[in-house]
């Protein structure tokens, strides 16, 4: 008797700080929903950070945010795996565990441009081929700047669209522009700080949820914190 047919969850794979969520994440996020076909995309957020200073927001505060700016989008959920660990939070281990508890899926884990840069000097960066395809979120008009290894892993790995990658289960590099909201998470925690009223950061920066969530604890205000 034949074993019952699983699909293939085509799952996309956000990581970051987050400190706090903004418009441009979750432009990202609905963008590759549609642009690369997935069944659903999972925000990671970083709980403890080895490759950047310290974070701005707990996490107990970051998730929050997260929850209040993804609500009213049921194809884009949270990982919160890595806040909740004390170890190092290194994006091979949490990609192995999520593999290993969706033997089913099919993982693309999004990079913003400047992130795939500095690929090469993640923690076991090699081996998350072997886990997901990368996909990098570029910028219209900027260019890489690789070093040699990541360079000739980008040579062999490198696909032309979205459809190439459906035909292998991990391993490939799509690098696809994005119509970029030229927003980060230092822009907006500088905004706060020299806004007494958050309505003018909505809707271009913030979610209205996260501001108002950001004004109720009074998040980023101090300058020390920026």
Same mark, same amino acid.
């Given at each position: =008797? ?62 929050? =945010?997260? /929850? ?42 999004? =990079? ?35 070093? /040699? ?8 790995? =490198? ?58 604890? /009074? ?8």
């Amino acid at each position: =008797m034949n074993e019952p047919f699983e699909p293939v969850l085509e799952l996309g794979l956000m990581g970051g700080m987050f400190d706090p969520v903004h418009q441009g994440h979750l432009g990202i996020a609905l963008t590759s929903l549609e642009k690369l076909q997935l069944n659903a995309i999972r925000l990671l957020p970083c709980g403890n950070p080895v490759h950047r200073s310290g974070l701005f927001a707990s996490s107990q505060h970051r998730l929050a =945010m997260l /929850k209040l700016a993804v609500e009213d989008y049921p194809d884009i959920g949270i990982d919160d795996r890595e806040c909740k660990s004390e170890d190092p939070s290194y994006t091979q281990k949490s990609l192995q565990n999520i593999k290993q508890e969706m033997p089913n899926a099919r993982l693309y884990f999004i =990079m913003g441009q400047d992130a795939f840069n500095n690929f090469n000097s993640w923690y076991r960066w090699r081996d998350i081929f072997s886990l997901a395809h990368i996909i990098v979120a570029a910028r219209p008009g900027y260019e890489l700047n690789l070093e /040699k290894d990541l360079q000739a892993e980008l040579n062999s790995r =490198m696909v032309s669209s979205e459809e190439n990658l459906k035909q292998t289960e991990n391993g490939k590099i799509l690098i696809t522009e994005y119509d970029y909201l030229d927003i980060s998470s230092s822009m907006v925690r500088q905004a706060v700080q020299r806004h007494k009223s958050l309505a003018g950061l909505v809707p271009e920066l913030l979610p209205e949820k996260v501001a108002q969530y950001i004004q109720t604890h /009074k998040l980023y205000a101090r300058e020390a914190d920026i």
